[in-house]
C-alpha cells in the first residue's frame, strides 16, 4: 500500500522520550505511514529503541543511524529515503493526537496542495499550561492559490507544515547542516515557493516546551546564537 505521510522523527540522545512520540503514531491506519527514526549519533538507547520499534513494525518504521550532524542532516537523510506523498517533521520529544494524525490522513487521501496546515497545541511544562494555537485567519477545507490570496502575517511554525514530497524534490530542498535551528528553513524556504495550500483545522502536533537541554531553552539559545547567523544570511 502507497505511504500517505513519511514522518522525519530527529533523534539525538531522545531514550527518555522517543517512546511516547512514535507510541503516537502507532494508529489504525499505521500502514499508511512512513515513520522514519533517524538517530543522530545518540549516546544512548535511542539508537536500541528505534530499532526495537523497527523490528515490531517492519512495514511502516525505518531506522536510519548515522553520525551527529545536528538537526538539518537528519531531515536531509529521510528526505533522501522518504516515499510518502507528504513529508514532515516531528522532533522526538514532541508527540501526534492520534485521534488528529487519523483525521488527517483521511484528508491527505484528496488533497494535493504544496502544503498542508493544521494547529497544535503547546505543552508548557514551565508554566504548568497546555494551550492551543489556532490560526482564526486561514478560512479551513478550501484549496487556497497563493498567487491570489495572501497568507496572513503571522510568524508560521515548523508544528504546522506538512509538504508535499514531490514538491519538496522539485524545488531541491535541503536543510542546511551542521547547525541547530534549521527548522527556520523548513518553514520559509518551501513556503515561499508553494502554489496551492490548505488547511485543516486539526490539532496534530503536541509540542513539549520547557526541557532544559531543548534548543529553545534561554541557555541553549544563548550557547548556540551563532548557529543562527548562516540560517538568517542564507
Not at 491506519?29 to 515513520?35: A, G
Not at 533517524?38 to 549516546?43: L, T
Not at 511502516?60 to 529515503?81: C, E, F, R, T, W
Request: some cysteine.
Amino acid at each position: 500500500m502507497n505511504k500517505l505521510l513519511s514522518i522525519c522523527i530527529p533523534s539525538y540522545n531522545m531514550e527518555s522520550f522517543l517512546s511516547r512520540c512514535v507510541d503516537s503514531l502507532l494508529i489504525p491506519s499505521l500502514d499508511r505511514l512512513e515513520i522514519l527514526i533517524v538517530n543522530d549519533g545518540s549516546k544512548d538507547r535511542t539508537l536500541e529503541l528505534a530499532k526495537g520499534y523497527e523490528a515490531a513494525h517492519p512495514g511502516s518504521v525505518v531506522v536510519i543511524d548515522k553520525p551527529n550532524g545536528h538537526y538539518g542532516s537528519a531531515v536531509n537523510a529521510a528526505l533522501q529515503v522518504a516515499k510518502g506523498k507528504y513529508f514532515r517533521i516531528l522532533d522526538a520529544d514532541d508527540w501526534f493526537d492520534s485521534e488528529a494524525l487519523e483525521a488527517f490522513l483521511a484528508e491527505l487521501e484528496t488533497c494535493e496542495a504544496d502544503c498542508a496546515f493544521t494547529n497544535f497545541v503547546v505543552h508548557d511544562m514551565n508554566k504548568q499550561q497546555v494551550r492551543s494555537i489556532r490560526e482564526e485567519r486561514i478560512p479551513y477545507g478550501s484549496l487556497l492559490y497563493l498567487r491570489q490570496f495572501s497568507l496572513p502575517d503571522v510568524g508560521f511554525n515548523m508544528h504546522q507544515l506538512t509538504y508535499r514530497l514531490s514538491f519538496l524534490r522539485a524545488i531541491h530542498y535541503v536543510q542546511t547542516e551542521g547547525v541547530c535551528y534549521t527548522d527556520t528553513e523548513y518553514i520559509l524556504y518551501p513556503l515561499s515557493q508553494a502554489e496551492t495550500f490548505e488547511a485543516f483545522d486539526l490539532s496534530l502536533y503536541q509540542y513539549f516546551l520547557g526541557r532544559e537541554e531543548q534548543s529553545m531553552s534561554l541557555s541553549s539559545l544563548k550557547k548556540n546564537i551563532s548557529h543562527r547567523w548562516p540560517i538568517v544570511n542564507r
